[in-house]
């Protein structure tokens, strides 16, 4: 699976933005997706992933209710859509993808996917 990810960018805080992340090579449908990201000086970090159908999500509590992830199979992308953005939000964003038969999603760790984008960078003004 081959991932691109897109849509980041400045903004300041309190707006938003939405990235999306392109996959090809393989049958979308049958991963799960996920959305990391990294600041500098630090470890790369879980946002949030969705199942290979949509109906199943998890969070990290630090974006949770202000972040939300969809997918569209048909097209092949995810998205995540990122409002009241704060400057702790910036960070380069990279999505992911493990295969999994589970509609059910707990993979939080970058050790459990197979594959990674390219990155996107987020800065958000304070």
């Known amino acids: 699976v081959q991932l691109q990810a897109s849509g980041g960018g400045l903004v300041q805080a309190g707006g938003s933005l939405r990235l999306s992340c392109a996959a090809s090579g393989r049958t979308f449908s049958n991963y799960v997706m996920g959305w990391f990201r990294q600041a500098p000086g630090k470890e790369r970090e879980f946002v949030v992933a969705?199942?290979?159908?949509?109906?199943?999500?998890y969070y990290a509590d630090s974006v949770k209710g202000r972040f939300t992830i969809s997918r569209d199979n048909a097209k092949n992308t995810v998205y995540l859509q990122m409002n009241s953005l704060k400057p702790e939000d910036t960070a380069v964003y990279y999505c992911a993808a493990v295969f999994s038969y589970s509609d059910y999603v707990t993979d939080k760790y970058p050790r459990e996917y197979d594959y990674w984008g390219q990155g996107t960078l987020v800065t958000v003004s304070s």
């Open positions: 969705i199942s290979w159908s949509g109906g199943s999500t």
